[in-house]
């Protein structure tokens, strides 16, 4: 979490970090800072709370030449203005995205040294480091290349150093950095988007490549310090701007876009009723491991439904947190799918590592180009949302779901039938946006304190999806789960004040989590139901989806699920985009 920022160059250099430093909120939005070099002295500005409260302290009419910025998710020492990055040690000022593991001890001998530390961080004690080292060596690169053998941990690091004043050097590991290049000034952050305005060609650097750039020239270096040549591209989709388009939140904005994300996965993956030949064939492994984080996991327990009843192929879904330190059975027939949104989460990378390390097949399914789990894995499919900004996750959910349907249908008997029914779907999500009174139902849930999602087979996995939304956005505690699991305990807390979300959409096996809904009734529940049965006896409230066939019906209820959560949240005035104490991008463990 935590994004960066640093651009050298003629003009704007404030304004065009600032600019570039907001398209990163979403990695982080309790404090920021930024330092920068005017008149060969640094300036150092940090502020808790949002960018907007940066940018009262700041004047845009300071001619800077460089300088470096930081959006920060706090993991050592609150959100306050001293956390805030940058961080200063010596002659050295810089931002850090990442975690340093052993921070505690070197900070200890660097005490000893003479240090003193005015934060609670673990970026200060690498400022720190970088400036003992430069002190010994008078060289920077050669102190960055030693401070890789003394910093443990991950991190993507952008410095500045007081006698080196034209100068932004940079080095990733395990953080993702990018580089952006052009004639005017030359910029370096944590994700393309923030990069965008100054230029589309960039370069990722890998782990432990070092950048130094002023405003006419980009060097990259080896660890060793021997310079080397990087892969310049160009990013071509000129739509993906980031706005709103009118929208009240991004997180509205992207639930429209759900269904041309489907009607593009559809058209890139399908073929004349058939999967492409040549998108990854699944058929061939005995085990798959769905390895992910959150919603991305719970697209995972979808896609793993659909590979078990379809493809007949035994599917696990873990939590990557999980995922490394259990006990797993890498047999020669095992495929690992990583799935991750951003493509950099650090558990899902960390599980997709250990898979490599046990020679097993990694495919990964990720929204974000060149990504550090896109370009780790053996392969990938993309699941080309576009570039999603709300922290909770919509389109992206979707797109997993259905890149993991494709690869469960193809070559199975019924797969031209199932993909003229997905072929209905993006009408679906445009009519189901509109048709339903969600405000209605957002009234009905607003006060609760409590609320359980209820469902049975693929109905649960959904479910998991539609109550971790509802948490994240409105603050409301919700637990999905199994309604035939309910009268083993949980049924206790049951009373009429308890919220109840049914998802009732599965034929084959409604009538049992009709009979655990009368039972929740039973102990004075209301229940708001989410379920294509008509005539129902069940529910006190419905939002009534059509009746399509097997496939489609569960797909039915991701936007009702969606929409619900959003207008909750909307209801209770919350910070819909950005929900407190979240990062869209989560790169430490
Ligand atoms: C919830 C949400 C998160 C992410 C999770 C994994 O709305 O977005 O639960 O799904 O943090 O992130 P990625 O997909 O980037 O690996």
């Known amino acids: 979490m935590c994004g960066i920022v640093s651009y050298a160059g003629n003009k704007d250099v404030i304004r065009r970090i600032i600019t570039g430093l907001k398209s990163l909120e979403y990695r982080g939005y309790d404090s920021a800072g930024i ?39 706090a993991t050592h020492g609150k959100a306050d203005d001293i956390n805030s990055h940058p961080h200063r040690q010596g ?29 609670d961080t673990d970026t200060e004690v690498a400022a720190a480091v970088i400036d003992d080292l430069y002190n010994e060596n008078n060289d920077m690169i050669k102190a960055i290349s030693l401070a890789t053998e003394i910093l443990k941990g991950s991190y993507a690091f952008n410095i500045i150093n007081d006698d080196i004043s034209d100068k932004i050097f940079g080095i990733r590991k395990d953080s993702p950095l990018i580089v952006g290049i052009s004639e005017d000034g030359n910029i370096l952050a944590s994700d393309i988007p923030a990069t965008l305005h100054v230029t589309n060609r960039y370069v990722v650097l890998d782990n432990y490549d070092i950048v130094v750039l002023d405003k006419d ?25 980031i706005s709103k388009g009118g929208y009240d939140h991004y ?38 491991d769905i390895v992910a984080c959150g919603s991305a996991s719970f697209a995972g327990q979808v896609g793993k439904y659909y590979i078990e009843k379809y493809a007949n192929i035994r599917t696990s879904v873990y939590f990557a947190s999980e995922y490394r330190y259990q006990k797993n059975f890498f047999d020669n027939d095992t495929l690992v ?39 780790e894995a053996k392969d990938v499919i993309y699941t080309e949302a576009g570039i999603e ?31 003229e029914d997905l072929k209905l779907l993006p009408n679906i999500i445009t009519k189901y946006i509109n048709d339903y009174d969600y405000e209605n139902i957002a009234d009905l849930i607003k006060d ?30 919700s637990e999905a789960f199994q309604a035939g699991e309910l009268k083993h305990g949980s049924i206790s807390l049951i009373d009429e004040n308890f919220g109840v979300i049914a998802v009732v959409t599965d034929k084959s096996i409604c009538d049992k989590t009709i009979s655990n809904l009368k039972e929740v009734s039973a102990r004075g529940a209301k229940i708001i139901a989410i379920t294509n049965i008509k005539d129902d006896n069940f529910s006190d409230y419905k939002i009534l989806v059509d009746d399509y066939s097997e496939v489609l019906n569960p797909l039915t209820v991701v936007i009702p699920m969606q929409l619900i959560a959003y207008n909750t949240a909307k209801k209770k005035n919350c910070d819909i985009d950005k929900p407190r104490n979240l990062a869209k991008s989560v790169t430490v463990e």
């Open 448 to 477: 609760k304190e409590h609320i359980f999602y209820l469902g049975r087979g693929i109905d649960y996995y959904l479910s998991m999806e539609g109550s971790l939304k509802l948490k994240e956005i409105s603050y409301i505690h």
């Open 35 to 73: 330092a920068y070099m005017k008149d060969n002295k640094i300036n150092i500005i940090k502020k808790e709370g949002c960018i907007c409260n940066l940018e009262k302290e700041i004047n845009y009419d300071d001619k800077a030449s460089i300088g470096i910025a930081h959006t920060r998710w």
């Open 337 to 375: 799918i990583l799935i991750s949104q951003s493509g950099e989460t650090a558990d899902t990378l960390a599980a997709l590592k250990l898979a490599k390390e046990n020679n097993i097949d990694t495919l990964a399914i990720v929204n974000r180009r060149d990504s550090s789990i896109a370009r």
């Open 91 to 119: 002659k050295i000022t810089l931002v850090h995205n990442g975690i340093i593991e052993n921070y505690d001890i070197l900070k200890k001998e660097l005490i000893k040294k003479g240090y003193i530390f005015k934060s």
């Open 217 to 241: 020239h980009v060097k990259f270096y080896d660890i060793k310090g021997k310079e080397i040549k990087k892969e310049v591209k160009i990013f071509a989709n000129d739509n993906e701007v």
């Open 251 to 288: 997180m509205l904005k992207e639930i429209n876009e759900e269904s041309e994300v489907v009607k593009k996965l559809i058209s890139l993956y399908t073929n004349s009723g058939k999967v492409n030949d040549d998108l990854f064939d699944i058929r061939k492994y005995k085990n798959i």
């Open 389 to 419: 900004i709300a922290v909770a996750t919509t389109k992206a959910y979707l797109a997993q779901v259905i890149v993991l349907l494709l690869l469960a249908i193809k070559g199975i008997n019924n797969e031209t039938e199932i993909l």
